[in-house]
């Protein structure tokens, strides 16, 4: 049974188990909350709300998530109230003299994380707002103070926005939440940056990831059961391809629920995999589900709510539908529903999830073939306005009353000062703006010629809360233009006549050097007694004009190979 109590004004859920006391408490705030100009606001303050505690015989984490961020802690029933207490008591009174320290620990926890196969997702789904800012690094780190800090934690770290779970017999002695007073925030609303669906992208991992949208109900959660079956079978135990097959199902608390989907392949096995992926999502999609199947995934689920544990298990998830407004089922519900999924019901799932999906395919793929329309890379227009030459190439950067625009080959990138979601400034002129739907543009004073103006125009028509003043970059870092092309566009100022001049020396060359072996073979082969003084001038004039020919072919080498 899962008692609803009341500590200190924060909704309590307390649920018995066997094992040693776990305890949490989680806040309706993530990063989805922020935007990418203050990203990684949320996270810094869960790293300074634990900062003070150090190291505990007991393991205690915090967990910062795009709809909420927890803390939460196992160990003895003081050890738990003495964390939650001390962690509340940070949040009312942060540590900032730690803040410069724990902006530095982010900045190394975010280079350390790597590239996973997954990270991208979120950014071409939703562009640089909302549930997109996971895939951003945190750019509001630098400009962060004590006072953003302050105000995000009295808006968001309340007693009203907050549940407490427990898996114990009681309520720890001692425990205490001095949060302060607030109301429960809503989730935030979501963004899409994709015109239409299905579509896909092309990344670097070596792997097919499905990304779906679908209603959150009981029959997608066995939905993701059975494609993971699917998958299975298909890539792994008959095609041999794949190795790691895995699916996911993640609430976004608005009623909806994120689908995923995942295969890895070797680079000379995605072509087979991206097909036998491209197959099973066909294959579900038109209904043709193995029963099996599905028995197998509702009898697995079934085994997981007849555990001892089951109600300890549930209370973070509980906790979290109690913050969003979502239904929390009891158990015998949860079973009724599981028991009551149809082949129909799957087959509706099917459909829902294969219209709003998105497919990540490996480099040098497409999934246009299979009905994907390519995720859109490019802008559908440019401002207009000054146009500014890069120094060496073809590109332009045009600079409007409302926007910027940097035409290249492959098609405009567009960012309008009302959709920028940041504008990074770097100490020597470069800038980087980001756009809402995820269209980057950099502008380089040092590849551009630039009027001196032009960069403060742009400063100052975004607003300043969008605004991020960078660290100073190494020289080394800080882009050049491209060596000087020739009309054959090839780099280090080749110029044209090179090759025509190579080839009449070496021409030369091979006519006066083979005269010279023939006067030298001849001069040898003349009686001693018959050789004039002449013929021995002839081999060195021409051995030493072959000499000459041979010097403009070594330096025009030297100068290609600069």
């Not at 799932?349 to 999906?357: D, I, L, N, P, Q």
Request: negative net charge; aromatic residues 6%.
């Amino acid at each position: 049974m899962i008692q609803h109590l009341d500590v200190d004004g924060v909704t309590t859920l307390l649920a018995p188990t066997a094992g040693p006391m776990h305890a949490g408490l989680t806040f309706r705030v993530g990063t989805a909350d922020e935007t990418l100009a203050r990203s990684g606001i949320t996270h810094l303050v869960e790293h300074l709300a634990l900062a003070p505690l150090g190291l505990a015989d007991y393991h205690f984490n915090g967990v910062t998530a795009p709809i909420f961020t927890s803390f939460h802690m196992q160990g003895s029933e003081q050890d738990i109230a003495d964390f939650l207490t001390a962690v509340c008591g940070s949040l009312l009174d942060l540590p900032l003299a730690r803040m410069e320290v724990e902006k530095e620990i982010l900045r190394t926890e975010w280079s350390s994380r790597g590239t996973a196969a997954i990270g991208d997702l979120a950014l071409w789904r939703h562009g640089a707002r909302d549930h997109g800012l996971s895939s951003y690094p945190e750019f509001g780190l630098p400009a962060l103070t004590a006072d953003d800090l302050r105000q995000w934690v009295a808006r968001w770290f309340t007693r009203e926005n907050g549940v407490l779970w427990i898996a114990g017999d009681r309520v720890p002695a001692g425990l205490r939440l001095p949060l302060p007073e607030g109301v429960r925030q809503p989730v935030p609303p979501v963004s899409s940056a994709l015109p239409q669906t299905p579509a896909y992208f092309v990344n670097g991992s070596r792997a097919v990831v499905l990304d779906a949208v679908v209603r959150r109900r009981t029959a997608a959660n066995v939905f993701t059961g059975v494609l993971e079956r699917e998958l299975y079978r298909a890539l792994r135990q008959e095609g041999g391809l794949s190795y790691a097959i895995q699916t996911g199902y993640e609430p976004r608390g608005d009623g909806h629920v994120t689908l995923r989907a995942l295969a890895d392949a070797l680079p000379e096995k995605q072509d087979a995999v991206l097909g036998g992926f491209v197959d099973v999502l066909a294959k579900l999609r038109v209904g043709r589900f193995d029963q099996a199947d599905l028995d197998a995934t509702v009898a697995k689920r079934e085994d997981l709510l007849a555990t001892a544990e089951v109600d300890a298990a549930r209370l973070p998830s509980r906790a979290l539908n109690l913050l969003t407004g979502e239904p929390n089922l009891s158990l015998d519900e949860q079973r009724a529903e599981l028991k009551a999924v149809t082949i129909g019901d799957l087959h509706d799932v099917a459909r829902e999830a294969t219209s709003s999906a998105l497919l990540m395919v490996p480099d040098g793929h497409r999934a246009d073939w299979a009905g994907f329309v390519a995720a859109p890379t490019c802008s559908a227009d440019a401002v207009a306005g000054t146009t500014y030459r890069e120094k060496r190439g073809t590109a332009e950067l045009r600079v409007g009353t409302d926007g910027v625009s940097y035409l290249a080959s492959h098609g405009p990138a567009t960012i309008r000062y009302a959709e920028c979601a940041v504008l990074l400034a770097w100490p020597d002129g470069g800038r980087q703006l980001i756009g809402e739907d995820g269209i980057s543009l950099r502008i380089e004073p040092t590849l551009f010629e630039l009027h001196p103006a032009t960069v403060p125009t742009i400063d100052a028509q975004v607003p300043a809360d969008r605004q991020v003043v960078m660290p100073a970059r190494d020289p080394e870092h800080i882009p050049r233009p491209r060596p000087a092309e020739s009309a054959a566009g090839r780099p280090g100022g080749r110029s044209w006549w090179e090759i025509p001049v190579l080839v009449l020396c070496w021409l030369a060359v091979l006519g006066v050097g083979g005269l010279a072996l023939i006067f030298t073979v001849g001069t040898f082969a003349t009686p001693a007694e018959e050789r004039d003084g002449w013929l021995w001038g002839i081999v060195v004039v021409s051995w030493l004009l072959t000499a000459i020919l041979a010097l403009p072919i070594v330096l025009l080498r030297q100068r290609r190979r600069r």
